[in-house]
T-cell receptor, first 110, second 114 residues
Framework: GIQVEQSPPDLILQEGANSTLRCNFS?????LQWFHQNPWGQLINLFY???GTKQNGRLSATTVATERYSLLYISSSQTTDSGVYFC????????????FGKGTKLSVIP | ETGVTQTPRHLVMGMTNKKSLKCEQH?????MYWYKQSAKKPLELMFV???????ENNSVPSRFSPECPNSSHLFLHLHTLQPEDSALYLC?????????????FGPGTRLTVT
């Protein structure tokens, strides 16, 4: 099956700093999503981005499908950005399932 | 609020109990999913229903039994669970067959098996 690797596994930032999270995947995809998991376990959709670039406020994402990676940018980080960020991909084969990476745990300190 | 609800939010059950988790989606989607998130492990897919038919069963033990009576509701029936089944169980839905495939998740049920 498709493999997903996220880096870094852990990241500590000072409030106001910028960061880049990376997701590498092993095969062609027709679905790529970034999620933020809050402390209560809820997965919040950030981006649906199988290719191209999108921006939403302080967050933006870029997926280069031909090179099999995606980047999530967080600018001017806030303490509320803390949590785990997951990249998940789907290759569209059969069941439409998402394969998740292990996540990046982000801690933003005041 | 993602349009996917799950009940209960927390559940503690003994190994001999029978319980059910419920998921409901209000997004008009035609596929629903159960995922399991254990401590220190990536989210893993358990079951997929597309157009109310089960299309994926990822080697899940028979003590977990899914049910999808219609495209808006999904259940996970639990019986004779083991302590290692303690985890966060997440339900998701998406549109398939011409949709964007973007999945939306419910808030999860945190299950503890004693």
């Amino acid at each position: 099956g498709i493999q997903v690797e996220q880096s870094p596994p852990d990241l500590i930032l000072q409030e106001g700093a910028n960061s880049t999270l990376r997701c590498n995947f092993s095969d062609s995809v027709n679905n790529l999503q970034w999620f933020h998991q809050n402390p209560w376990g809820q997965l919040i959709n950030l981006f649906y981005i199988p290719s191209g670039t999108k921006q939403n406020g302080r967050l933006s994402a870029t997926t280069v499908a031909t090179e099999r990676y995606s980047l999530l940018y967080i600018s001017s980080s806030q303490t509320t950005d803390s949590g785990v960020y997951f990249c998940a991909v789907g290759d569209g084969a059969g069941s439409y399932q998402l394969t998740f990476g292990k996540g990046t745990k982000l801690s933003v300190i005041p | 609020e993602t349009g996917v609800t799950q009940t209960p939010r927390h559940l503690v059950m003994g190994m001999t109990n029978k319980k059910s988790l419920k998921c409901e989606q209000h997004l008009g989607h035609n596929a629903m999913y159960w995922y399991k998130q254990s401590a220190k492990k990536p989210l893993e897919l358990m079951f997929v229903y597309s157009l109310e038919e089960r299309v994926e069963n990822n080697s899940v033990p028979s003590r977990f039994s899914p049910e999808c009576p219609n495209s808006s509701h999904l259940f996970l029936h639990l019986h004779t669970l083991q302590p290692e089944d303690s985890a966060l169980y997440l339900c998701a839905s998406s549109q398939v067959l011409g949709g964007s495939y973007e999945q939306y998740f419910g808030p999860g049920t945190r299950l503890t098996v004693t």
